[in-house]
């Protein structure tokens, strides 16, 4: 390696040409960058103080040092941003001498020739910056003044960017502090320097590299010239034109999930590009470099149809659709893999669809049912390892209904008791759970998007009497249960018609609930009142619609428990009379300070093991072992990090105690309870906070 300070166009000056590898991303600065250099650049130039503005590093090697030719190709591995921008601008100050006379010591010829062009060379050598594919014709077609008024890139937006500031008035200060531009120059001898390990290593000034600028490095920098072209032209380029204008955005959360089915680990969003070079050189993949990215790409593909929206068989892509609607990213995982092998022909249609279904009813149940979404990464990302591809469908069936604590797939009992008393207005997914209801077995497909919620009985605090009527002297209470509840919700065109207006005026009224073509307003027909017992019909009757809309897997117990690991199989199961001390005065205290622990949380789930009582949602956040006077307590925390200002905790931390954490309490009152539930519930939310 040879690195010295240089003047930056002495060093593009004289018959060469900077090659922008294949691998190198697009060119990326924005309007900002390039306006804090011409800043940078019109300082330096009025400034006699500095002898000029440093730009960063530039590193390059021959591509070829046994090639006979008077243009050296010189490969640029970093600097290609900055590079790329002042010869962009040199661009725009050429044309601008070309068209205008200025007193300057320079032309337009000698820019041109001098830092743009190799003036006595034909085809692409006569250009000294040769950009990669997608920026490369723009850039020269600038150079030759061809029009660019359709073309959008990067490119061409900082070149107009730049005609627009070069002025008569500034036009000689700008090429007087381009001349006092310097660079690190950094010539490597591709034969003895690693540039994988340079370009890792290089500290950026401009726009930081993505993971995915990394990994594409990665896998192209390393080949040889033949096999890097084949790579990106059959695969890597295909790739980047899947993605269109989301390559940037999305690429890093594909390739976690990517990593994620083939490692069953789940990256760092940041960190990817370290798990894929520990994949490649793992002996999981076991596949050479083009083979790697050869299925890297066929995964891409699939990403495009589920994620992008490029879906073309329609059944399939309203399912995309509603997982996308519900927001769960960490589903990809597990619905990668399995539209691959659908792909494959390894399951039908049918079986995709049945199995997307399942994966939209699973979250969805689990949202209204308010338990905690922390965990869904870890188990989609598992969840594909338990596929029987014999018996594909059943097998991931078993797979959901075996779940249990806070992994749970919400049976129909628990689903409808949420659903019917659930704060639906606020709720996020709100107009999906109102279009799959009005549009379920209906051909004629309903946008709610053009709707407005509607309460039946209003929102407004003063009730009409007609309404205090109807509701009874309780009318407070039931305006305040039921408000935003899915029994008082529909949809309709007419909201500002309907207004507070009493209950039969909005039926009666045009565009009321009886001329209503929704199905959703179909039970508001049938009835002439609206109180607390009509409100609770319809949610039962919409409930239980739910329940056919957001099916839930329902095994044989027999065909369940083939799926079931041995040592599940072998689980002794305790039961609360295992314990001889839960009996008087210590049963009661127990039987209060349970209640108010299941209470944190629907998700809360009491388990009994052979020494301790345990309560869970995502891990064990407190466990109970009864004595014979008292309870002993157990939160799963250090020490450290409990704040207990009463001084109730112990730290037991290397001491030995039946159940989990370094933290014990002990109770003997019921007295004692709301002191303890306060520490009780820090440990529930740091298990919360720490998966």
Known sequence: ???????????????????????????????????????????????????????????YFQE??????????????????????????????????????????????????????????????????????????????????????DIFNRV?????????????????????GVLRLFIVDVALEKDKDNPQLIFESMNSTGLDLSQADLIRNYVLMGQEITLQNKLYENYWFPMEQAFGNEYASRFDGFMRDYLSVKTGRIPRINQVYEEFKQYVNSDKSKKDIEEIIKDLFIYT???AKVVLRKEKDKDLQILFNNILRLRVDVAYPFVLPVYNDFVLGILSKQELIIILKLVESYVFRRAICGIPTNSLNKTFANLYRSVNKEQYVISVQAAFQILDSYKRFPDDTEFKKEIVSKDVYNFRSRNYLLSQLENYKRKEFVNVDEYTIEHILPQNPNLSP????????????????????LGNLTLTGYNSELSDRPFAQKKSIDGG????????????????????GEINERATQLAEKACKIWDSP?????????????????????????????????????????????????????????????????????????QKSRLRL????????INDPLNLCKDVTGLGRWGNGNVEITISNISEIDDLMDLIQQSFDMQLIEQ
């Open 554 to 626: 329902r095994l044989d117990e027999n065909i369940l428990n083939t799926y079931l690991n041995t040592s599940e199989k072998e689980i002794v199961h305790y039961t609360r009379e295992h314990f001889t001390f839960l009996q008087g005065d210590v049963l009661e205290l127990y039987e209060a300070l349970r209640k108010r622990i299941l209470n944190i949380d629907s998700s809360v789930k009491e388990e009994f093991k052979k020494l301790y009582i345990a309560y869970k949602t995502v891990t064990n956040f407190v466990d109970i072992e009864p």
């Open 64 to 149: 070829d040092i046994h090639t006979i030719s008077d243009v050296p190709k010189l490969l640029v591995i970093d600097g290609q941003q900055r590079l790329t921008t002042v010869s962009i601008l040199m661009m725009a100050l050429a044309h601008f001498l070309k068209k205008n006379k200025v007193d300057i010591d320079t032309s337009a010829n000698k820019l041109f020739n001098y830092y743009l062009l190799n003036a006595d060379e034909d085809n692409n050598l006569r250009y000294k910056l040769m950009l990669t594919r997608g920026d490369k014709q723009s850039y020269i077609d600038l150079l030759n003044e061809v029009p660019q008024e």
């Open 466 to 485: 007609d309404w205090k009527n109807m509701l009874g002297e309780h009318w407070k209470d039931i305006q305040k249960n039921y408000l935003h509840t």
């Open 634 to 641: 157990m939160l799963n925390m250090k020490f450290d990090e």
């Open 1 to 59: 390696m040879k690195a010295s300070s240089a003047n930056l166009l002495s060093v593009i000056k004289g018959p060469k040409q900077f090659v922008i590898p294949i691998y190198q991303r697009t060119y990326s600065w924005q309007l900002i960058q390039c306006d804090q250099l011409l800043k940078d650049i019109l300082r330096i130039s009025n400034d006699d103080q500095q002898q000029g503005h440093f730009l960063g590093s530039i590193v």
């Open 156 to 176: 061409v937006e900082n070149y107009k960017f730049f005609v627009s500031k070069i002025n008569i008035e500034n036009v000689k200060d700008i090429y007087n």
């Open 301 to 303: 593909t699939h990403y």
């Open 513 to 532: 609930f009886d001329d209503s073509p929704l199905r959703l307003n179909s039970y508001l027909r049938s009835v002439s009142t609206w109180s607390e």
